[in-house]
């Protein structure tokens, strides 16, 4: 039987979302692991370590009372106006009780860049309105000293449950063609390797920003093509969909802050999760 650790109390602001509850699952068996969810659910409600959160009525402040975290994960969706005040108080929260912030950015915060890939302290620049909002809260972080935060930049998550998977299937399902950016080279990672290195950020009190994808590229159609071959379907319809002549690169590659050999992946272990 494992052993709780008692050393810090976490909360997950966004544990009902798919990349929130893989969170969850991964730290309760070994810390005092919290959460919230939005919507009425019966099976979140009955959880004793879940709070109720709707982001754009209610003050996060109170549930950092009731829990007094000394981690807090950020891994909420909704509202970007209303996520940047909640981030503003978690910001106050942390500083005043030496606690710290995992906050879970995007590769969209280089997504104005497309002749390479981007690295941890490359700067930031994006056209997209969410690329726009995570560099927004990137900044207000990395005013803070250091030990109060790490920043984790993901590129696309994908994974047997992952809404990318599920709206693949339900595509196939209505026989809809699915959607595929051929000049788009990125690279991946999955759930269950996230929380996998959030976990050994956490037990080795890794502070900074960490690029958590693939150590190779892919092309967009390529790996859509090979998912749907693991998926066992040989001729999907696809909708091909140029955004610029040219390739376009949208990835993020770990260069200063490398984690171990055991918690890296390439595109193949996703597409051999994947396989039935």
Known sequence: MKEINNKHRILIIGASGFLGQAIYKELCGYFRTFGTYCTDNYAFSKNQHFFQFNI???????ILDIVK??????AIRGNFSAQVITHHHIAEYIVATDSKLIFLSSANVFDAYSKFPSYENDKTLSHSMYGHFKIKI????LRLPKRHFTIVRLPMVFGA????????????KEKLPIEVFPNLIMNVTT???????????INRNKT??????SKDLVHHDDFFKEILLSLGVSKPLFKQVYTTNDDRYLAVLAKENKLP?????VSQDILTELEV
């Open 69 to 74: 975290p000394t981690i807090i994960i950020s």
């Open 138 to 141: 990137e900044n207000m972080l």
């Open 208 to 213: 900074g920003i960490y690029h958590l994808g």
């Open 191 to 201: 759930d269950t390797k996230v929380t996998q290195q959030i976990h050994y950020i």
């Open 261 to 265: 050999k055991h918690l890296e992946l």
């Open 161 to 172: 449950y992952s809404p990318r998977i599920q709206e693949i299937k339900f595509h196939l």
């Open 56 to 62: 754009e009525e209610d003050d996060i402040f109170e």
